[in-house]
């Protein structure tokens, strides 16, 4: 019986001295900023640089409270976004704004100078006939709005960024993942939503994935392990000028 007993604790004690594995988990930073130009240190052919529209590139121009019109946010924020474009791997917009104002968006935004490189259509999407051309949804997570891709921006539908972003890096191929990837936003609950997106307490969100083709979605922990580097910015400017 001592023998057994021996025995048992042994096994118990062996199993109990081995290290648990952490769950696989990029190196991340975060940032406060209120100078745009900060951002412009991380970029390189590494990177997928994405930004925020509302408050960080772009800012609105009111009235009386009526807004009139759109205009760049800072004096060196056109700068950096062609920067972004020839310095990083890709550049993409992450949008709270709905997809059904995505032509307009495009519009305000190239009226301004800002135009995003529309790389990504090569990937499944689902092509949505219904609303205009070269508008792709990711995901529907009401039954009257998705996330959508739209002309190098993603429109979320006020969706979770950090959920959106899972939608779109999903659809990759493991090898065209960036190693690295700077998200610039005004908002601190949208700089948390992308930090646990690649954290280990991000629990994916069962939202109707809309997908062609005949390959299966990346899974997230794929994802993570490509994705070697994160560094959120929580840009602050619209407060200090507030």
């Known amino acids: 019986m001592k023998r057994l007993l021996l ?53 609105w121009i009111k009235i009386e409270n009526k807004i009139i019109s759109m205009a760049v946010q800072g004096a060196e924020t056109l700068k950096i976004f062609k920067a972004a474009i020839s310095d990083s791997r ?19 935004l ?20 219904r609303k205009k051309p070269k508008m792709y949804m990711l995901s529907f997570p009401k039954v009257d709005k998705s996330v959508s891709y739209y002309r190098g921006v993603i429109y979320t539908s006020h969706t979770d960024k950090g959920q959106a972003l899972f939608e779109f890096l999903r659809r990759f191929e493991l090898k065209d993942l960036p190693e ?20 280990g307490d991000f629990v994916p969100q069962k939202l109707s994935p809309a997908i062609r083709g005949g390959r299966d979605l990346l899974t997230l922990e794929e994802i993570r392990t490509k ?16």
């Not at 560094?231 to 400017?237: F, I, Q, V």
């Open 7 to 59: 025995f048992i604790f042994s096994v118990v004690s062996l199993y109990a001295a081995e290290p648990v594995k952490a769950a696989v988990q990029p190196e991340i930073d975060t940032y406060k900023i209120s100078n745009i130009t900060e951002v412009e240190k991380s970029f390189n052919k590494k990177t997928m640089t994405i930004f925020d529209l509302d408050d960080v590139l772009v800012k």
């Open 90 to 108: 890709s550049v993409l917009g992450l949008t709270a704004r709905p997809d059904d104002q995505a032509e307009l968006t495009f519009d305000e």
């Open 110 to 129: 190239s009226g301004v100078g800002f135009k995003f490189p529309d790389n990504f259509v090569k990937y499944p999407y689902v092509l949505d006939r």
């Open 180 to 199: 690295e990837i700077v998200f610039i936003d005004d908002l601190e609950g949208n700089i948390k939503a992308v930090y646990n997106f690649f954290a």
């Open 227 to 242: 994705v070697k580097k994160i560094t959120l910015y929580h840009y602050t400017a619209r407060l200090h000028a507030a």
